[in-house]
């Protein structure tokens, strides 16, 4: 108890799980979304654009001779995200290139951009390690101040509007003849998007926040059958894996990012496999327990029931 007590009383440890708990909490919200869409992937391709947005915003920071050179790095990544996400949702709307090749052309040149900047600003490719996989240690306060108000945005944006959004996600063309504004929130959800990539930039890395988004989303799909559940319980599972992954690192030294997403795919395969065998022995429910005697809920026959009942009717 002493080492748990030490752990959260820790300076260091109180902003890096304050982080860490916003992100597990809005990262799945916005994961939903994507799945939904069946976008899995735009969390990738948004990380690799937002890399260049690090890139550019070091150079600006030691083109001014500001210290340290990296304080404009999260919002050069913030302005590069929101811009790529928007790209990424007009070319999709134009139908001119295929989703996943507009995101093919954003990995390449997100990353080719990163490396070429970060050499322009006097740093090497090395320098982009704490972006790439996440840097809990570089958390200050003025990033746990920017990362409370941006998963407030995220939360308010993504929680306010579910009912519209799902119904973009999930039929756009039903949401056109509902006369919903269907542009404003396509660019709505590619925004979110891609502030949840720069809030999660710290925790677990540019190439790992994509599975943060969407891992706890494909458990809860699982496990529930509503939209509504499914985002509730990914972000718990958003929120446990986050806050699990970055304690043991206080113990071990490993790597929180890396730690994160290994935790949310491990629970994913157990619920994998377990889900089916506890599936067959719920009881039969009736889909319609408010209608008197529409249904008798009976249980399923096995094959070799099935064959004996079909002997007796065949027998004279």
Known sequence: MSGLWEMVTDPFMQRALVAALLVGLSAPVVGTYLVQRRLALLGDGIGHVALTGVALGWLVGAAMGLVPDDVLAVP????????????????????????????????YGGIAGGVLLIGLAGGSSGSLMAYLFGSISSVTLSDVWVTVALCGVILLVGLGLRAALFSVSHDEEFAISSGLPVWALNMAVAVLAALTVTVAMRVVGLLLVSALMIVPVAIGQIVTRSFRRTMLVASIIGVAVCV?????????NVSPGALIVVLAIAVYAVVALLHPVLARRRPPVDPHPDIPDDVAVVPSATPADGRAAAQEECTP
């Open 76 to 107: 050069g990544a913030v302005v590069a995200a929101v811009a790529g996400s928007v790209l990424i949702e007009v070319v999709r709307r134009r139908g001119r290139t295929s989703g996943d090749l507009a995101l093919a052309i954003l990995f």
């Open 244 to 252: 699990t992954g970055l304690s043991v690192t206080y113990w071990y």
